[in-house]
């Protein structure tokens, strides 16, 4: 029902927006980049607002159920208590999760109103895959929520806990598939090479190309105007061969385990904080609070030591099919050059010399649509570069400033690196992880934020890499500043209040137990 729902509701919206519009006018692409360019704003901090919940719908159950299963083996109260509380956290954040899901997908669906053909046929599989996930989320967390019984603790119990998380995973999974795609448009083969010239091919092809084609060369034409003639779709005909494609891209992979690893590093240090902050107000650094601290910091901590695994991956992933961003990241000039580190890692070689934008704009001329090509390095070069190089290397501190905190917390369990801290930072590991704990959830934000930043804002949002740009599938209607300060003041309320209800949540029934 609720896909027969969403299909009408996007059908609606389309015709509803071109009413006014003949399809035979043509808009001017400086009027569809200004009102792209006024959307992007609202659309980018929906986005960041829905994640935030998330973050904690994804990551917190790691930790939810590593208290529960601690508390049922060991018969511990104190853990079955944390788990219970935490859970309500869980809860929540599904909850706002879920609305401000629903905002962006009408934000998709009424401002972006050209993803249509996305949504058709690549995002069709995991799109439809996710409102099962969806469903499984909505019926197990009221199940795990109104079943607890501290008093008998049971491994059936543990076992819902257990399927939900993996409805939650799994939905997280098909949503990043979807973005995976837009990053890298795997199933394409050739075709985006034949637009970006230095693009390498993206898996085997199962695509239209020559439909593909015309559909890019009607959107350079006509935007999103072009999806309303039903005679468009009869000429091109079939688009996409295999639906299950998206599930092959190697980007997928190296995104949901990156970004899962992420939300458990924020959620464990976010629950660790309010632990080391009562320890530090009470001046108490042993009794319960320890016992649990050392739970939620160590989930963290062992996220935080085997995200590089995953963030390496995904670099290369950059480099291998965005080599642009990975120019803009590393900070070369037009010319390109030398990055030891980088040599090493990709070739095993410090002197490699990496080619620059002039050598990737000498390429350029071989596109079907040079002027798209050329814009594309410009951008990235002129507009992207001189802040992303500095974003992305504060996510890279952060994480390793991270890394060396979870280091840190292993002197619970190995004396040598006790007494390390105790010589750099004259205090006994119990108090260095419980101050420790007040900055590491900061740190945790401020690297998944700015990573986040620089995979998102160097490509727009809701376009697919190298095929569909962001001013081509923006709706013809204008957006208005009027408009766009009103849905962000309703992102921002919903961020406040949200947050406020986590912290309620937490405080409240800390008193009570």
């Known amino acids: 029902m609720k896909n027969k729902l969403l299909y009408l509701l996007i059908l609606f919206s389309i015709f509803i927006s071109i009413s006014s519009i003949s399809f035979s006018e043509t808009l001017s692409t400086s009027y569809l980049q200004n009102n792209a360019n006024a959307a992007e704003p609202m659309t980018i ?10 973050t904690f719908a994804v990551g917190l159950p790691y930790l939810v159920l590593t208290y529960e299963f601690l508390g049922i083996r060991k018969n511990d109260k104190t853990y079955l208590n944390a788990a219970k509380r935490l859970s309500l ?24 109103s050209g993803t249509l053909l996305a949504i058709a046929t690549f995002f069709f599989a995991p799109l439809t895959l996710e409102l099962y996930a969806f469903m499984l989320e909505i019926v197990f967390v ?15 119990h543990l076992i819902l806990g257990i399927i939900l998380a993996f409805g939650s995973n799994l939905s997280a999974y098909m949503i990043l598939a979807v973005n995976a795609f837009m990053n890298v448009p795997w199933g394409t083969g050739n075709l985006v090479s034949q ?24 959107l350079n034409k006509y935007h999103t105007l072009s999806l309303a003639s039903s005679g468009l779709f009869l000429s091109t005909g079939t688009i996409l061969y295999n639906q299950w494609v998206v599930f092959y891209n190697p980007d997928l992979y190296a995104t949901f385990f990156h970004t899962v690893l992420a939300t458990i590093v924020i959620s464990s240090f976010e629950a660790s904080a309010f632990l080391g ?17 050392k739970v939620s910091f160590g989930v963290g901590a ?24 990975f120019l803009a990241f590393e900070g070369f000039g037009p010319n390109g050059g030398k990055d030891p580190i980088m040599g090493i890692l990709l070739y095993g070689n410090p002197n490699y010399y990496f080619k620059g934008y002039n050598y990737l704009l000498s390429l350029a001329q071989n596109s079907i649509d040079p002027t798209n090509a050329i814009n594309s390095i410009l951008y990235i070069e002129n507009q992207f570069q001189p802040w992303a190089f500095y974003v992305y290397w504060t996510m890279v501190i952060s994480g390793i400033i991270l890394f060396i905190f979870a280091i840190a917390y292993f002197g619970f369990y190995i004396k040598w690196i006790e007494n390390i801290i105790k010589i750099i930072f004259r205090m006994d590991i119990t108090k260095f992880i419980s101050y ?30 190298g095929l569909i740009q962001y001013w081509q599938v923006i709706t013809p209607d204008p957006i208005t500043p009027l408009l766009s300060i009103l849905i962000i003041m309703v992102e921002l309320i919903i961020l406040i209040l949200g947050s406020w209800a986590i912290i309620y949540v937490i405080r409240r029934r800390d008193k009570n137990d």
């Open 195 to 218: 637009i970006l010239p230095w693009s390498p091919s993206y898996g085997p092809n199962y695509v239209n190309t020559n439909a593909l084609v015309s559909l890019y060369e009607y």
């Open 142 to 156: 009221v199940v795990y929520i109104f079943t607890w019984d501290i008093n008998k603790p049971s491994y059936r």
């Open 277 to 293: 902050l009562d320890m530090i107000r009470n001046k108490d650094f042993s009794g319960y609070r320890k016992k649990l601290l």
């Open 436 to 465: 420790a704990s007040l900055i590491a959830p900061i740190l945790g934000i401020i690297a998944a934020s700015s990573g986040w930043a620089v995979r998102e804002a160097g490509r727009h949002p809701w376009v697919i890499y």
């Open 89 to 112: 956290v869980w809860g929540v954040s599904f909850g706002i999760g879920a609305a401000t899901g629903t905002l962006v997908e009408f934000g998709l669906v009424q401002v972006w």
């Open 302 to 325: 062992i996220a935080s030591i085997l995200i590089p695994i995953s963030g390496d991956y995904m670099g290369r992933i950059v480099y291998q099919f965005q080599y642009l961003k």
């Open 45 to 54: 901090l929906g986005i960041y607002v829905h994640g935030f919940f998330l």
